[in-house]
């Protein structure tokens, strides 16, 4: 039985800017919280659950085959910090974690805290940023009831277990305490348009309103925030745009200091600064340093004219982060694509690369808080190979599997996949490498149901990731494909900057060429082919069913970016001024002409479209809702086939989905569900 869909009434309103109009027939759905609002989004749900109804058993048995595969009852890795090991667990049937720490040397572990109690009467619970104090006595947290990254900032006695009654509202969530235990500073967001624009400084105990400002970040580019140096010495604000930075220091030592510019920013030049001993160490595309360059100053004199070079800039190498530990220094970069970790000794005894051997795979350093060690934590995984954390002895070049994620399937075994790196031609010439993975005995020459995913901005780069859940897809024959498009930096800046502004088409193009090649090469044919995107990617996939609309079979569409030029307009939105370096100011006629030119929902036109799955959250702070919905109505409206169109709005959640951990495997399945049932796939 075929289900009616909602038709959504039509006013129209004329957006007006360089001597061009566009009529838009759905800008009333942007008047949040109306009740003709409500109902729509509510209509568009009933009529995705009665066109998916036929497949409830499948997303039941998806959801409960992904489930049976986590180890329920599991635990963190333990880290090190200033005596103490944290670690995490999860129980089973429980949504959110516990969180306990231990006094180094002893088996008596402190409940700090249990979520899922704290968790009960929301629909949506998001706790962050654990920020404990140099005495081990207080931490400082963020928590997040709504899923628009507004956090509020609690203070908690761990020797009493009480609460505070003072707390600091729309927040970031992360803090920073000064080395007195008692003088905490936090980044405020701007109530309208969610920029984290001011630092302030509150004293323990006191009234939460006589937080004192100390800094106010009034270029509406740029957002600020505060850290502490991974030497304690030095607390740090930093103002960063996409282009540009500046950061300014205090001595954690005297928290009513002034805070000391170390470079005033400048155009397009960008800069992250660490410390060790009496230097300060700087990461910086200085001098056309396109892949970036370390370098250094004393602390007395640190501005620019005083940097002097430590690590020279590689044309080939993307310099991507520093570790800076007591007797090493550890480098994080890439190389044609693929994740290094270099260790050099400060002394220059030493210098030598982690072996990697894969073909396809990624690494990077994590919860390294300790300065005074040799031992260097990494993570490792592959398409293959599930993620395992790692500890490395920087001296004697031993190491230790700490924890491989398990897999509570005795069926698992990683021989049975294959993944490959394999490079598409795009319009321009360039090679376009893309990340496969399928099981090896699924393979059929003649092409399989392939599912492309993609992102391509803000410089964001996907690696080959390890997905529990995308098994379930594998083992009934899909091939899973990242396709690594411009606008990430997958194959350095260079790849980044040729996928932006008047370049971002790119993103676009290349995203097809790999799909050309995927069946040009007998993966999959464009019967059997589906792409994937959120956010961002959700842009990506709007912009190619535009351009190439007969390619795919079945669309996923997450969180979409898709009314580009109307959103960029609107400095009334969260992140809009903040990403005009990204896509273009379009109060500008030649930013606003090329925008409009693959803005997805100004190009929605009258032609046959692939079946397609949107999703969305009510309280999505990065992409409003009202984006997606008037984006599938605007494609109801004139789209000349008779494909899938749903869309799907939780009404409770934001831009990252679901908070409990089984919620989010419930999306999961929705979505395997989906392309499943195109390809006559039913259990």
């Given amino acids: 039985m075929a289900h009616k869909a909602p038709i959504a009434k039509k006013i129209s309103h004329v957006h007006d800017i360089h001597g061009h109009q566009r009529i838009d027939n759905y800008h009333w759905m942007t008047e949040r919280d109306a009740p003709e609002v409500i109902d729509y989004l509510k209509k568009e749900n009933d009529y995705y659950d009665a066109s998916t109804a036929h497949t409830n058993q499948l997303k039941d048995d998806l959801f409960n085959e992904i489930k049976g595969r986590i180890k ?11 005596g103490y090991w944290y670690i995490s667990k999860m129980e089973t049937g429980e949504s959110y974690p516990y969180y306990y720490r231990r006094k180094d040397g002893s088996e ?3 409940l700090l805290f249990n979520v899922n109690e704290m968790a009960v009467g929301n629909e949506y619970y998001k706790l962050t940023s654990m920020n404990i104090s140099p005495d081990n006595k207080l931490v400082a947290y963020g928590v997040d009831t709504k899923g628009r990254r507004e956090y509020t900032i609690y203070i908690k006695n761990l020797e009493t277990g009480e609460i505070f009654e003072n707390y600091l509202e729309l927040t970031t969530g992360g803090s920073v305490w000064a080395n007195d235990n008692k003088t905490l500073f936090f980044t405020r967001k701007d109530q309208q348009t969610l920029r984290a624009n001011k630092i302030y400084k509150y004293q323990i105990g006191t009234p939460a309103a006589s937080n004192q400002l100390i800094f106010e970040e009034k270029d509406e580019i740029f957002n600020c925030f505060v850290y502490k140096t991974m030497s304690e010495r030095f607390i740090m604000i930093k103002s960063s745009a996409t282009l540009s930075d500046e950061v300014r220091f205090i001595d ?17 030049m960008e800069y992250s600064v660490s410390h060790y001993k009496d230097s300060f160490y700087i990461m910086t595309n200085k001098d056309e340093a396109t892949n970036f360059k370390i370098m250094k100053t004393a602390i007395e004199t640190p501005q620019m004219e005083n940097w002097v070079d430590f690590i020279a800039h590689d044309p080939e190498v993307l310099l991507e982060d520093f570790d800076l530990f007591e007797n090493y220094f550890v480098i994080s970069d890439r190389f044609n694509g ?12 030493v210098d030598y690369f982690l072996p990697f051997n894969n073909e396809t795979y990624t690494a990077f350093t994590s919860a390294n808080f300790q300065f005074k060690t040799n031992k260097l934590r990494y993570n490792y995984n592959s398409m293959t190979t599930p993620p395992s954390v790692i500890e ?3 001296e004697t070049r031993e190491e230790i599997v700490l ?15 294959v993944s490959e790196r394999v490079w598409a031609t795009a319009v321009d010439g360039v090679k376009v490498p893309i990340s496969l993975v399928y099981r090896k005995d699924k393979k059929n020459p003649d092409g399989n149901p392939l599912l492309q995913y993609g992102y391509g901005s803000y410089g964001s780069t996907i690696d080959p990731y390890f997905s529990i859940s995308r098994l379930s897809l594998l083992d009934r024959g899909f091939v899973f494909a990242i396709a690594h498009i411009r606008g990430g930096e997958y194959l350095g800046r260079e790849w980044y900057e040729t996928g932006k502004m008047f370049e971002k088409r790119n993103t676009f193009t290349d995203f097809i060429a790999c799909s050309k090649f995927l069946i040009e090469e007998k993966y999959t044919t464009s019967q059997h082919l589906y792409a994937s995107g959120g956010s961002a990617g959700g842009l990506l996939m709007g912009a190619i069913i535009n351009m190439a609309p007969g390619l795919y079979n079945g669309i996923l569409s997450a969180v979409p970016f898709v009314d580009v030029v109307t959103t960029m307009l609107d400095d009334s939105i969260p992140l809009t001024t903040g990403e005009y370096d990204e896509w273009g100011n379009p109060n500008n006629k030649d930013s606003y002409e090329y925008m409009l030119s693959y803005s997805p929902y100004d190009q929605v036109i009258a032609q046959s479209y692939p079946n397609m799955l949107v999703t969305t959250g009510y309280h999505d702070s990065q992409v409003q809702y009202w984006e997606p919905a008037k984006w599938v109505a605007k494609l109801r409206e004139l789209k000349k086939d008779d494909h899938l169109l749903l869309f799907k709005t939780d009404l409770s959640s934001g831009h990252s989905g679901a908070s409990g951990r089984y919620d989010a495997l419930k999306e999961v399945a929705i979505d395997f569900a989906f392309l499943l049932d195109l390809e006559n796939i039913n259990n």
């Fill in 72 to 82: 329920e009852d599991d635990e963190s890795v333990p880290y090190l910090l200033n």
């Fill in 108 to 110: 008596e572990q402190e």
């Fill in 252 to 268: 954690a030592d005297q928290p009513d200091s002034e805070f000391k510019l170390v470079q005033e920013r400048l155009p397009e």
């Fill in 338 to 349: 693929l994740n290094r970790i270099r260790i050099k000794a400060w002394d220059n005894t």
């Fill in 392 to 394: 490395f002895d920087m």
């Fill in 403 to 417: 924890k491989t994620q398990p897999i509570e399937d005795p069926n698992f075994n990683p021989d049975n996949y």
